[in-house]
């Protein structure tokens, strides 16, 4: 269940997380989409890792859900999206 909620949930968040990094770069994302790919998988494997890693899958589900919530609203605001 742990596992599986770190696969679901982790991708998302991940290239959330991506996206977020390339909005703060000021260079232009396309210039270095390969290595923001490769980041992003990096980050979906240290999810799933620190998933297989916790006590009670429920705590783990609402906790990616939160920060994949919390992620999309940033993502939302930033100039990548039509926000400021």
């Known amino acids: 269940m742990r596992g599986l909620l770190g696969t679901v949930l982790g991708l998302p968040l991940a ?3 991506c996206g977020l990094l390339a909005a703060a ?3 232009d994302w396309r210039q270095w ?3 923001l790919m490769l980041l992003s998988l990096v980050i979906w494997a240290a999810v799933i890792v620190l998933a297989g890693l916790a006590r009670r899958p429920w ?6 859900l939160a920060a994949n919530g919390l992620a999309w609203l940033l993502l939302q605001t930033t100039p990548l999206y039509g926000g400021a």
């Open 15 to 17: 290239m959330m997380l």
């Open 25 to 27: 770069v000021p260079v």
């Open 59 to 64: 705590r783990l589900g609402a906790g990616l």
């Open 33 to 35: 989409l390969v290595p």
